[in-house]
């Protein structure tokens, strides 16, 4: 009778299959996160955690566009150094409450952050810090101006923060990414509740050639702020923060720090501080 037994090399090639599997799996979890669903108001949203669950718990809430470019790399260097992370996708979370007659309001907000904020904490044991990338930003701020929010956060950090965030999404809305206008969609402005966000700290980081927020616009909304606050201006070359993402990331990570040493902490009064040696020009909330 014929040996009919795997031979040698066919298990090699098997064995190696599942091994690519494993690693395309792998690097998939990696840059796309693991998927943890949650409700909000009856709407399922769909969390990505990475990193280590005994870190320092962030939520980081993407821009308009969807869980890609800056948000996931922002979520990649926090988990490689040791944070936990929750990504918040604000495009589907916009899509999600957007009907032919209906948006979110600001109103809604707070309340789903709160939610976010504790589905979160529950996990970790630790108040979250919010991260926000241009819309993410803008939504991030607004949930931090109620007083249950700031209970249950330790702080934000506003990535090319914008002064109008819009409060739906629908497809049309795609066109503002060639016409750079404001979705036609009910808006609210970050330069009318800013201030509400202290005594939260706030730390915001910005790109000089951002093409979407000028500069006047982020210095301006960084003047109403209350305390404590800093921001981080980059010499990038667009929104995205391209050309200086070294730089970025480093200066993302002093914000988080510095948010960490303020909990607790007295309100700082103002205080300019001279360029660092690396270009990047700094205005501080600095401590009595």
Not at 26 to 49: C, K, M, N, V, W
Not at 98 to 120: C, I, K
Not at 121 to 135: C, D, H, M, N, T
Request: aromatic share 8%; charged share 20%.
């Amino acid at each position: 009778m014929a040996n009919t037994s795997p031979k040698p090399a066919t298990w090699l090639a098997v064995l190696g299959i599942i091994a690519i599997c494993f690693l395309v799996l792998t690097l998939a979890l990696r840059l796309d996160g693991q998927r943890e669903p949650i409700s909000l108001r009856g709407h399922r949203q769909l969390l990505r955690l990475y990193g280590p669950r005994n870190g320092q718990p962030v939520i980081i809430s993407s821009g308009d566009g969807g869980w890609v470019h800056l948000a996931p790399h922002v979520a990649d260097i926090l988990a490689a150094r040791g944070f936990f992370v929750a990504g918040f996708d604000t495009r589907a979370y916009l899509a999600s409450f957007t009907t032919a007659g209906r948006t979110l309001r600001t109103e809604d907000v707070p309340g789903d952050y709160l939610m976010l904020a504790q589905f979160f904490a529950a996990k970790s044991g630790r108040k979250p810090i919010l991260i926000g990338v241009s819309e993410g930003a803008g939504l991030s701020v607004l949930a931090a101006t109620n007083p249950r929010v700031q209970t249950r956060i330790a702080g934000v950090v506003g990535l090319g923060l914008p002064d109008v965030n819009e409060l739906g999404w629908r497809l049309r809305d795609a066109s503002i990414y060639l016409t750079h206008r404001t979705p036609d969609e009910p808006t609210f402005n970050t330069t009318a509740i800013v201030n509400h966000v202290s005594p939260v700290p706030l730390a915001l980081l910005h790109s000089t050639a951002d093409e979407f927020v000028p500069l006047d616009q982020i210095r301006r909304i960084y003047g109403i702020a209350g305390g404590p606050k800093r921001l981080w201006l980059i010499d990038a070359s667009d929104h995205r923060f391209n050309g200086r993402m070294a730089e970025f990331d480093e200066r993302l990570t002093d914000a988080i720090a510095w948010i960490m040493q303020q909990r607790g902490g007295p309100i700082g009064r103002e205080k300019r501080v001279p360029e660092t040696d690396s270009g990047t020009r700094v205005s501080a909330s600095m401590k009595n």
